[in-house]
């Protein structure tokens, strides 16, 4: 079937056909209706490349991630295709490993695809990007960093107000020693994590212990590798927060094979709550980041931004996501208990008074 058989069981034009299902405001609710209807009944699927011919534009979003197998992502992708389907869209999604170089690749292959629009949900890139893009007059949002230009938006997560909301609930419980496994500090998003640890730390008069910070890869191997570190240093803490919720699932591994318990003895808290995070044993105490509320921020720049077709993109808009903080059961008071002993270690495990 083709557009013809479908203008002529509808009665109209094929030009009426064709401005229905590019979502016309011409058309008629009545008309358009009678043109859907006709649609269905033929199982008529249009062209997506001839509509993108005619109309200028693809209708196809670009979305660019860090990491496919780390469940924050998927849940982003999910908020994002659900408003970007609804708003008539449609996606294509790239993976960069946290590799800057295969960023680039993947905004290649979104302009091969003519995209009308690209969200870079990540932080390792190139600063030179943002002038490929202006160059390109293709509307592009961007993840922490960046600043609004003529089709560049910007979505920035307030890390440090999470970080500290974190430390904040620890220090009440009572908690002095506290360590901090970061993300991989070439990470822009990382490293701000990393100052509003040490910050917080400062502010709160804790004293700093350099075996007590340790450097994670975002992902459960890491976490569980720089726990073990901690766990061998001459310093016990009392609790940890990590920088993301698959290193505190890692550090809970990590925990619990040196026979210790959570949070009787040590309390941990993530950063991001991906749903697994409730269902850990215990629950994960973290700090929560909006999915949708990113989602909605990037799609609708993206809408907003690009113009008209054929126009160059219009001024770019900036947003601030603030998290939130989830209690559950992985965090407690200071431990009273004088002596522990780990299974792992030859030696008693410091007082934790």
């Known amino acids: 079937m083709n557009i013809k058989a479908v203008a002529s069981r509808a009665n109209v034009s094929t030009a009426t056909v064709s401005r229905t299902i590019n979502g016309s405001a011409k ?41 496919i197998t780390n469940p924050f992502f998927p849940e982003l992708v999910k908020a994002f295709e659900d408003i970007a389907v609804g708003s008539g869209k449609e996606i294509l999604i790239a993976n960069t490993n946290y590799d800057p170089e295969r960023t680039m690749k993947c905004v290649t292959r979104m302009l091969e695809r003519k995209v009308d629009g690209v969200a870079i949900m990540t932080s390792e890139m190139d600063d030179h990007l943002i002038e490929f893009f202006r160059k390109k007059h ?3 949002v961007f993840l922490d960093t960046g600043e609004p230009a003529p ?3 910007c979505v920035h997560i307030d890390y440090s107000a999470g970080v500290e909301m974190a430390m904040s609930h620890l220090v009440k419980l009572g908690h002095k020693r506290i360590a901090f496994i970061s993300g991989p500090l070439s990470l822009t998003s990382a490293r701000t994590r990393y100052r509003a640890f040490a910050d917080s730390s400062a502010r709160d008069h804790l004293q700093a212990n350099p075996d007590l910070v340790q450097e994670g890869n975002h992902r459960p191997d890491g976490g569980y590798k720089a726990m073990c570190r901690i766990l061998d240093s001459k310093t016990m803490p009392t609790a940890v927060l990590t920088s993301n919720d698959l290193t505190a699932i890692g550090a809970l591994g990590a925990i619990a094979e040196r026979g210790l318990r959570v949070p009787q003895d040590i309390s941990i808290i993530g950063f991001d ?10 629950a994960l105490t973290t700090v929560r980041l909006p999915h ?18 054929g126009q160059k993109p219009t001024a770019g808009e900036q947003h601030f996501i603030s998290p939130t903080f989830v209690e559950r059961k992985s965090t407690g008071p200071v431990p009273q208990v004088k002596k522990l002993r780990s299974p792992k270690l030859s030696r008693p495990v410091p007082q934790v008074s």
């Open 273 to 282: 709550d991906i749903q697994l995070s409730a269902y850990t044993t215990p």
């Open 138 to 140: 293709i509307p592009v």
């Open 27 to 67: 058309v008629s609710p009545e008309t358009a209706a009678r043109v859907h209807l006709a649609i269905g009944a033929l199982n008529f699927f249009p062209n997506t490349n001839a509509r993108a011919l005619g109309s200028g534009r693809s209708n196809l979003l670009g979305l660019i991630i860090s990491e």
């Open 292 to 309: 949708t509320s990113i989602a909605e921020a990037a799609i609708h720049s993206l809408l907003k931004t690009q113009g008209a077709a």
């Open 151 to 153: 089709g560049i938006s």
